[in-house]
């Protein structure tokens, strides 16, 4: 194994793309609906950890489902080693080293032993070495593409550290909510149940991820954004491991016709099994296409997704709420305000214009006028005017001398808005001297008070 890089960056855009790239490179053979995932089982994983013996076993099955010739498998576990783990092929003879950190972690192992096996796979088809990070994204995602997709993603595990939940992964070079992506992306576009897919996940994290991301990816194909992947051509027979005993002790392995549909019974346990040997939807092929070199795009707050993923479903739904609310409440002022009527347009009241303020105008009674009289006293025809004046000043409803409440006609109104000149009032309307009163509690005509002299937009 080469030295190890570092968390490798990516979208699930770019993934999809890789994959693409990675699956017309490849060609592998055409899978069917029970040959093709591996079966993750709590049998596999005892057997990972019980012995050194049996974790060769489990070794060998990955191996067999990869479809690599294998003879020999030899697992030890060897401490500084600078990476997970390290595997040295010999022909078909195989082995590897495992650093002892991993000896009782059953996921951790499953997960390292799919990585390395899928070092010797793309090394047996050829696949273009690049020669930095990029390549072991590539061996991340053909373990995906081979069916080895749930030990990878049981390879990821939470913790919490006090009351702070971290994500806490020991191998792998793509975050966790990438893997569940990309492991969505295959499952939708190879037309897998997701009850299949699901069934041997354990962390229900990953399962919500990679439920999630295939609803999007079937959407994407629906819509005719997306379409299968490319495998070459569908194997004769389809060779898969006995189902039973439960303790997974048996090393049978049953053959069946590709394309068909049965049952079978094992010559060494004598389990009888169930078999879906319907191809899946793929792209068939039988040229590979040359694999080109890609850059990862920027990823910009990649590590708070990656927390996302551990927040409960409940608690982004209630955030969602959170946040909807306010929106949906701004949404709803804003449909009440686009009813209300403009400047110029006839109201009610102020509430119905959109600028809150309704100009009622009021036709202003003719002043009354006394009959010019004169006593020929200057002083007396003088205090005779100025009685004349109150009086008429007094039946003035809007006289801007009086504070009393009174009664007056409106006769038009429509919306207005504050102006200093002609150019703030639409077209029609210009900009004036206007009174305004306060209104008194009987209704929008009884005003009260002096007034007090405005600018707004009113009628030429």
């Not at 997974?248 to 590709?258: D, H, K, M, Q, V």
């Not at 003088?382 to 007056?408: E, T």
Request: with cysteine.
């Amino acid at each position: 194994m080469p030295a190890p890089y570092g968390l490798v960056e990516a979208t699930p855009g770019f993934i999809v793309d890789r994959l693409d790239a990675l699956a017309k490179a490849l060609l592998l053979p055409r899978p069917s609906r029970d040959g093709f995932l591996f079966d993750a089982s709590p049998a596999f994983y005892a057997s990972c950890t019980a012995s050194v013996v049996t974790l060769q076993r489990a070794t060998r099955r990955i191996i067999h489902h990869l479809r690599i010739p294998c003879e020999t498998v030899v697992v030890g576990f060897t401490p500084s080693l600078g990476a997970a783990a390290r595997i040295e092929p010999d022909g078909a003879n195989f082995f590897v080293e495992i650093d002892p950190r991993f000896r009782d972690d059953p996921h951790a192992l499953g997960a390292i032993l799919a990585h390395e096996m899928c070092h010797i796979l793309a090394a047996q088809k050829g696949l273009r070495v690049l020669g930095n990070a990029l390549d072991e994204v590539h061996v991340d995602l053909l373990a995906l593409l081979t069916g080895l997709g749930p030990l990878t993603l049981n390879g990821i595990v939470d913790r919490r550290d006090g009351d702070q939940v971290l994500e806490h992964r020991s191998l792998g070079y793509l975050r966790a909510d990438i893997l569940e992506y990309a492991m969505g992306a295959v499952a939708a576009r190879l037309g897998l149940a997701p009850r299949a897919v699901l069934a041997s996940i354990d962390n229900p994290l990953v399962r919500r991820g990679v439920r999630a991301a295939m609803r999007k990816e079937g959407w994407r194909l629906r819509l005719g954004r997306a379409k299968p992947l490319t495998y070459g051509p569908a194997p004769s027979h389809e060779i898969v491991p006995c189902a039973g005993p439960e303790d997974g002790t048996c090393e049978a392995r049953l053959r069946f016709p590709a394309g068909k549909l049965g049952k079978a019974r094992c010559p060494t346990c004598g389990t009888e099994r169930p078999f879906d040997g319907r191809l899946l939807e793929v792209v068939e092929s039988e040229t590979p296409t040359p694999l080109e070199d890609a850059v990862p795009p920027r990823v910009r707050f990649g590590e708070l997704r990656s927390r996302r993923r551990l927040v409960p479903a409940s608690a982004k739904l209630g955030l969602a709420a959170v946040l909807l609310l306010p929106l949906a409440g701004i949404g709803l002022n804003a449909a009440q305000w686009l009813q209300r009527a403009a400047v110029g347009e006839p109201c009610t009241s102020d509430r119905a214009c959109r600028s809150e303020r309704c100009l009622r105008i009021t036709a202003s009674p003719q002043p009354w006028r006394a009959p010019a009289t004169s006593f020929g006293d200057p002083e007396l025809d003088a205090q005779l005017q100025d009685s004349l004046d109150r009086i008429a000043d007094r039946m003035d409803p809007l006289s801007p001398n009086r504070d009393d409440g009174r009664f007056v006609k409106t006769v038009e109104a429509y919306c207005t808005d504050d102006c200093t000149s002609d150019d703030d009032c639409p077209a029609g309307l210009t900009c004036g001297e206007v009174r305004r009163f306060a209104v008194g509690p009987l209704g929008d005509d009884f005003i009260e008070g002096r007034g007090i002299v405005e600018r707004a937009c009113v009628k030429e």
